[in-house]
């Protein structure tokens, strides 16, 4: 366990994770990120800032430390280890259990580096420091978490239809739902980030001192300043036995997902692998049978190659084809159902309300944009191929976008036919941005998770809720009135560029 | 036709080298690269398939230096990494199809090389079967199809023979016979046998750098009246081992049969015999790595 860790932990993506953490605990140093209490302004005493800095850690870490900590299976099963640790007596319960703390073990030290730089925070504000009541919120608020994290993580590796980008889009939605599900149902047991529990202590604090509080507590950036801000001291959680015990809830729900995980976990092998067998029996009896003879001169013809300097239809229709491979009939029913439903119906419904849903199908398609060179291992091949920049990755793209075409024409066509020209160009901005996105995140992250976490995020905040300025698909006027698809045209172009530095620096710099 | 290889040099970090001023002149025909596993083997096979960059040295494909200009040599070039991937959805067909697409081969020329290759690596009856349900052997030919799909001037193959059965072995060994005579070759491993029975030269390298590059010939006679055959008890093998370079050993009923390199007799009754290419190899890495043997 101790050589998983330390691999983890010397990944990119974990350092990224650490830094961008960090960079949130500067956002609540700068005062960017604040709860809004009424006209109650909280004294940034130890307490405080422990509280702040940890609620930070919770929702940034509880989303992106999922996708951070989901592969401690894959790894195995990609390298062959699983298979060795499948011929061992290892029960699967504990092999379950050692992937839990190992996972728990990795965002235990992100949260751990927070709490360190909470202290730091605290000290160079030249503030108190009260360390017990600094770390609390940490043990109390963020360890349990990031256990039910770990526990999750586990839980979608074991199952096959969540092991993939159809888990990575789903646990986005469950995140969400883990979120708002406390603050409706007030249900310690549903409280698994502990964002409820915090926030009624933190209530019940403010009561006794202010007995006019309304009860508004909001935590994000920004905001209006209240008109008369009055200082609240908090002193740190008062912890009961009933609060207290309710921590215990992820914890418990953490390692009943990994045992459920144990019970569901295939153990390295699958039917596939079975009927794999058989072939292979099938096939090895009829090479058994070819007479071994010296092969004929004939068979390869010498020919001088002539080749096509740059990128061809043919290449392009080859990526296609490598993009859409291994998608179920299924896949292409519903991908024509969300189309034809772009088509039917009130126009402006149809790209408000359907064309968001039409447009997040082919997420799993374009996740796969330049990652699949490290994923299947084909790099090396690929890339000591002519021009390997010039050829294969405008190919890349463009099936990409041909994929986004292709699920927008519907809301194209209509938008032409109804000659609303800036609507139109709106909605192609947004078919050019995804797949450069896809591509660039693709080349430099060289794993899917990246796009599958950015894009769903990006997509709910912007097309769903139909957020002006991040409308990238441009799901309604207000989108194109506030310029949104200029800024995501640039930022294509950007990304585009950035694809192909990403590809120049894996080709040239080994 | 040449690739000069000039004192190319890969440094990882300050003590640590992947090769170290290694140089070598290579002609059509087959050159069997020999090295223990972490000699540089695959180091070098990186830099002359264009993925890695030497960090001191030069490689000359005819007339033209790869680092500054890696797409002509590209154009010409087949390479079976030894580490490769396939798209497990793909058939072979359709792999065969996208590697030939992006080595900018047109789909006629693609489509009868294809066809060809299949036979050639004797996978023409699984032409429409999912790579992810093919074998480590078979994977393996695939790999080998793909390298020669441009109908390559310089062909790199590093340890092709890895998860071949023994028949598919002896088959790709012919093929490597066949396509040796106007391209050059570099056939990478440390199984001696794949190289004894193709190679026209060989080069052996040992930490990062070039021992001897001669003909198979040249190397057997360096080794003549150096190899020698001596039964003896089973208990004093550990003593004979420490004194000689032992290159094999076969239990017999009076004691064990040692195949051991030797200037001189080693003891009373031992009896000479032929030397192998196996004895050579085994002398060039040991002495190579100081390991003291006479």
Redesign the interface.
Known sequence: MKADIRERTRSYSFLVTIAATLYLGYLVKDGTISVRMGNCQPVANSAWTGFMVAVCTVTFVGLVGFYIVKNAIERDRNTGVGQILAGTPMSTALYMIGKLLSNFAVLSIVTGIMAVAAVLLQLFRGRDLDIPALVLPFVTIALPAMFFISGTAVFFESVKFLRGGFGNILFFFAYTALIVVPMETHLPATDVFGLHVAMQNIQADVRTTMPAYDGEFSIGGGGKVAANPQPFVWRGFTWTKETLGSRAFPIGYGLALALIAALLFDRFSSK?AA??QG??KK?LG??GG?P?Q??P?W???????????FV?G??L???L??MV??LGWWWYIVGLGLWIASVSGDPVTARADIYPFVMIWPALLWSGMGT?EKR?????????????LG??IP?TWGAGFAVALFFASGILLRLAISGDTAGFLGVAAGAFFIPSLALALGVWSGTSKTFEAIYVAFWYIGPLHHIPAIDFLATTDAAVSAGTPIAFTIAGIVLLLAAFGGRWRQ???? | MNLIIQDVSKRYSRDVWGLREFSLTLSPGVTGLLGPNGAGKSTLMRILATISKPTGGNVIWNGDDIVRSPDGLRRVLGYLPQDFGIYPNLTPVEFLNYIAAAKGLDSRTARTRIDELLLTVNLDGERNQRLGGFSGGMRQRVGIAQALLNDPQLLIVDEPTAGLDPEERVRFRNLLSDLSGERIVILSTHIVSDVEAVATNIAVIVKGQLVVHAGPEELLATMRGRVWEWVVPSSELVAVRSRFLVSGTLRRTEGVLCRLISPGIPAPGARQVDPSLEDAYLHLVSGARGEGHP
């Open positions: 596939g009927a794999h072939r292979l096939l009829r090479i070819t071994l010296r092969l001169e068979i390869l013809f010498p020919f001088e190659a002539l080749l096509r300097p061809s043919r290449m229709v080859a990526e084809r490598l491979q291994g699949r299947f291992r084909t790099g090396s091949i690929l890339f000591s191929a002519p021009r390997p050829r294969q190919a080709v040239t710099a080994a």
